[in-house]
């Protein structure tokens, strides 16, 4: 087994919750591509997790849900509006334009990948001509992919603008549950009450094997979704295994519990690092992600210990932190940033 690594919560294993429920759904036949009644009770269970009678999907992955998602809100000459920092944008390899069939993302330029609502506005009313891709959606990624909140008053704010502007909101929740830990709010809170359309949810980056939920809170817009997740190689047969896992995360408020966990490690991994010389937190820790900033030479050092990391927002070294981080991997790689720091200060 190799050891622990903080790279991405995509490197953690599946969780308890997660893995016991597929366990006890793997008995027997049920009924193919969603009509089982794991599906049901996954979809009813969410229903009571978000207070709301929300149309319940589930896909394979974050990819799939944002791009279906994204295609069900607008048409393909039109536009969806996200911050520059949005992984609809840097990482799903043109999925959003290909799945509307031409949408354009109307990027937003941003210093921590959060839109503002006075940018939505600027760049839906900078034209109004026919060359333009006429804005529809805006999307937003809870937490960010910065690590970063929107607070509730933010996403009311910016969910005004966009009703103002005629424009649908979207979130991308892949690590949903990480930014309901963190706010101590519900998840109704923090979606439809706050005026958000639809919602990718993540059960990934959670703890499961494979999984998101998309919820539509506005049913109209759901319309088509079934088949758009047909046509596009999203609707499992057998559906049980993709539907079970958010059954065993919803039970007892197990999916909260392990953001908790994820999130309280990324504060751990920042205090052991605060008087480290030459590392610096590029974004302030608000959820499971840590970004910090150290020389080039340390970075090699670091990699060189078995480290992995990725540097691919602004350079910014990436530690993410999942259900399972544990603090003894957590205090080595804080031991080895800063012997790797001292030797390349000297001191
Ligand atoms: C912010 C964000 N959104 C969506 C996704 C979904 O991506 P994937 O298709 O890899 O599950 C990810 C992946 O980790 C992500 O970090
Ligand atoms: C960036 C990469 O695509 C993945 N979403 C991750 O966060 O690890």
Same mark, same amino acid.
């Given at each position: 087994?190799t ?11 599946i ?7 597929m366990?006890?759904?793997n008995s ?27 149309d319940?999907?589930?896909?394979f992955?974050?990819?799939?849900a ?7 809100l ?8 996200a ?7 840097t ?15 109307l990027t ?11 940018a939505?506005r600027?760049i839906?009313?900078s034209?109004?001509?026919?060359h ?11 937490p ?16 005004t ?5 005629g424009?649908?909101?979207?979130? %991308?929740g892949a @690590?949903f /549950? !990480?930014?309901? #830990?963190? *706010? ?18 993540g ?8 999984g ?9 817009l ?17 559906m ?9 995360m919803l ?5 909260? %519990?392990?953001? @908790?966990h /994820? !999130?309280?490690? #990324?504060? *751990? ?9 030459g590392?610096q ?13 150290m ?15 990725y540097e ?7 530690f993410m ?5 544990d ?16 030797s390349?200060?000297g001191?």
């Amino acid at each position: 087994m190799t050891a622990q690594q903080f790279a991405s919560d995509n490197y953690a294993g599946i969780c308890p919750a997660a893995f016991n429920a597929m366990m006890e759904a793997n008995s027997g036949s049920a009924v193919s591509y969603g009509q089982d009644n794991w599906t049901s009770r996954a979809a009813d269970a969410l229903r009571r997790a978000f207070e709301h009678d929300a149309d319940v999907y589930f896909v394979f992955n974050g990819t799939a849900a944002n791009s279906l998602a994204l295609a069900s809100l607008c048409r393909s000459y039109e536009s969806i509006i996200a911050a520059d920092f949005a992984h609809i944008e840097t990482d799903e390899c043109g999925a959003p334009e290909f799945f509307s069939n031409g949408a354009k993302i109307l990027t937003v330029p941003t210093q921590n990948g959060k839109l503002s609502p006075l940018a939505i506005r600027t760049i839906t009313e900078s034209r109004n001509d026919i060359h333009f891709p006429r804005p529809a959606v805006v999307t937003i990624t809870q937490p960010t992919e910065t690590g970063l909140l929107y607070t509730l008053d933010e996403i009311q704010s910016i969910s005004t603008t966009c009703r103002e502007l005629g424009l649908k909101l979207h979130m %991308d929740g892949a @690590r949903f /549950a !990480n930014a309901v #830990a963190a *706010l101590n709010c519900s998840p109704a809170d923090m979606t439809w009450r706050v005026g958000v359309d639809v919602l990718c949810c993540g059960g990934t980056k959670g703890g499961m094997g494979i999984g998101e939920a998309v919820l539509f809170f506005n049913r109209d817009l759901a319309r088509g979704f079934d088949y758009r997740c047909k046509q596009a190689g999203q609707l499992a047969s057998k559906m049980r295994f993709l539907a079970a896992p958010w059954v065993g995360m919803l039970q007892e408020g197990r999916w909260l %519990d392990y953001a @908790r966990h /994820a !999130n309280s490690s #990324a504060r *751990l991994l920042s205090r052991l690092l605060q008087d480290v010389d030459g590392i610096q937190l590029v974004y302030p820790v608000e959820a499971n992600a840590v970004f910090i900033s150290m020389p080039p030479d340390v970075g090699l050092k670091l990699r060189s210990r078995g480290w992995l990391f990725y540097e691919f927002i602004g350079g910014a070294a990436r530690f993410m932190f999942a259900w399972d981080a544990d603090r003894n991997r957590i205090e080595k790689l804080a031991q080895d940033i800063r012997e790797c720091s001292y030797s390349d200060t000297g001191s």
